[in-house]
């Protein structure tokens, strides 16, 4: 099984930038669909992005379409969340996960089997 790991959280002001990495360890990605999620307090976990094996599809939440960029370098076994145009909404823990499921849609949370334990991205001024 493999285990996924966030990086790069933090507090960052409105209209700043954040880069989030997740690495996985034990089994390579490549087979796997990728995703990330968040979720804010007092909220459930919402889908973010999303982005096929071999990047072919990447797909994303309309709140954060045209900010956010999702990729991955299956070569690093690593996928990335480039979080530009920040704002206070964006608020949440953002969680890594993967897919084996490759025929249901990438946006589909219960399709995803394995989570990382997430990062805390605060937008602050």
């Known amino acids: 099984q493999v285990q996924l790991a966030e990086s790069g959280g933090g507090l960052v002001q409105p209209g700043g930038s954040l880069s989030l990495s997740c690495a996985a360890s034990?089994?390579?990605?490549?087979?796997?669909?990728m995703g990330w999620f968040r979720r804010a307090p007092g909220k459930e976990r919402e889908f973010v992005a999303a982005?096929?094996?071999?990047?072919?599809?990447?797909s994303y939440a309309d709140s954060v379409k045209g900010r956010f960029t999702i990729s991955r370098n299956n070569a690093k076994n690593t996928v990335y969340l480039q979080m530009n145009s920040l704002k206070p909404e964006d608020t949440a823990v953002y969680y890594c996960?993967?897919?084996?499921?490759?025929?249901?849609?990438?946006?589909?949370?219960?399709?995803?089997?394995?989570w990382g334990q997430g990062t805390q991205v605060t937008v602050s001024s």
């Open positions: 034990g089994r390579t990605l490549s087979p796997l669909h």
């Open positions: 996960s993967g897919m084996t499921h490759t025929g249901r849609p990438i946006e589909m949370e219960s399709a995803y089997e394995y």
């Open positions: 982005i096929t094996r071999f990047s072919s599809t990447r």
